[in-house]
């Protein structure tokens, strides 16, 4: 493994560790940004991987990763929550109002589907 994948990795798993702590807390609006952070990091792991480079937005990143994830098998839900987590960082960072707060037991789903991307992505590389 490259050390640049090997970083995004790293990075990828402290994002996770840190959604974790977020949920344990209750702060439901950064264990749901962190869970998709995680997993947007862990694709730009195979990214760089397969290809040598990154992507430079979160499009870039949705729209590689989802070509790679076809070419190598990945599990094809798994692959689609990618682009779909990112309404979850949208709320935390942008959203007012009452359509600011992800729900508990959403960012709680999240933080599993996002421990199964991370996974999924370390047992391809």
Same mark, same amino acid.
């Given at each position: 493994?490259? #050390?640049? &994948?090997?970083?995004?990795? *790293? /990075?990828?798993?402290?994002?996770? %560790? ?11 609006? +950064? ?5 998709? !952070? =995680?997993?947007?990091?862990? =694709? ?7 290809? *040598?480079?990154? &992507? /430079?937005?979160?499009? *870039? ?8 994830? /076809?070419?190598?098998?990945? +599990? ?6 990618? #682009?779909?987590?990112?309404?979850? /960082?949208?709320?935390? +960072?942008?959203?007012? *109002? #009452? %359509?600011?707060?992800?729900? !508990? ?6 933080? %599993?589907? =996002? ?7 370390? =047992?391809?590389?």
């Amino acid at each position: 493994m490259t #050390p640049e &994948a090997s970083a995004y990795l *790293g /990075k990828a798993n402290q994002c996770l %560790d840190y959604a974790r702590t977020n949920l344990s807390s209750g702060v439901a609006n +950064d264990a749901g940004r962190n869970a998709y !952070l =995680a997993m947007f990091h862990a =694709a730009q792991a195979l990214i760089y991987e397969r290809t *040598g480079k990154a &992507a /430079k937005t979160h499009q *870039g990143v949705h729209t590689e990763f989802n070509r790679i994830a /076809k070419a190598e098998s990945f +599990d094809r839900e798994l692959g689609r929550s990618l #682009p779909r987590m990112y309404n979850l /960082k949208a709320v935390a +960072d942008y959203e007012t *109002g #009452p %359509d600011a707060v992800i729900p !508990l037991e959403r960012a709680s789903a999240a933080v %599993d589907v =996002a421990s199964r991307f991370v996974a999924s992505v370390v =047992a391809l590389l």
